[in-house]
């Protein structure tokens, strides 16, 4: 929505139109997922109605933050990328996924209940934010500005345009 909304503010205040890409996702929807990701996270074990310890070094908490600390270092190795929002986004994202894995294999063990709606749901956040930091950091976009007749050279392709006539299947 903000996405949406900020550009339609900005023409109306300044006249001007604005595009929004990647540059504004990252500044303004990372910071927001990953505050979203850690209070989810902290609300999975915390007892609403009784005061509790939110860090124990033995607690699955710790160990869930500890592992996804550990992840997101070596897939920042792994690929070389040390920009905020991507260790942001691979921590928030295996925070959610190991939180939610000691949260199954604890209610396995003990057969204690746990809704596995919000369970599939978060895990599906999880995954969703892991998706995102990998996509905008691993892929790349290359826009090209060629007429009718002209022929872009890439390392790999080769682009022709021929024509920008609407072919319609017969």
Not at 33 to 55: D, N, P
Not at 68 to 84: N, R
Not at 97 to 108: E, P
Request: include cysteine; charged fraction near 15%.
């Amino acid at each position: 929505m903000l996405g949406v909304l900020y550009p339609l503010i900005f023409d109306y205040l300044y006249d001007e139109r604005i595009s929004v890409g990647p540059p504004y996702y990252n500044t303004i929807f990372a910071p927001l997922t990953f505050l979203a990701a850690i209070f989810l996270v902290f609300s999975v074990g915390s007892l609403w109605q009784r005061t509790s310890k939110l860090l124990n070094f033995k607690s699955f908490l710790s160990m869930s933050i500890l592992f996804a600390a550990a992840a997101s270092i070596c897939i920042s190795y792994i690929y070389q990328e040390y920009q905020w929002w991507f260790i942001g986004g691979i921590f928030s994202g295996f925070l959610i996924l190991i939180r939610y894995f000691f949260l199954i294999a604890d209610s396995f063990m003990k057969k204690n209940y746990f809704n596995k709606s919000s369970a599939t749901a978060h895990i599906g956040f999880g995954v969703l934010i892991l998706a995102t930091a990998l996509n905008a950091s691993l892929s790349y976009e290359k826009i090209i500005n060629i007429k009718p007749g002209e022929i872009y050279k890439d390392s790999d392709y080769e682009f022709y345009l021929i024509d920008f006539e609407n072919y319609l299947p017969t």
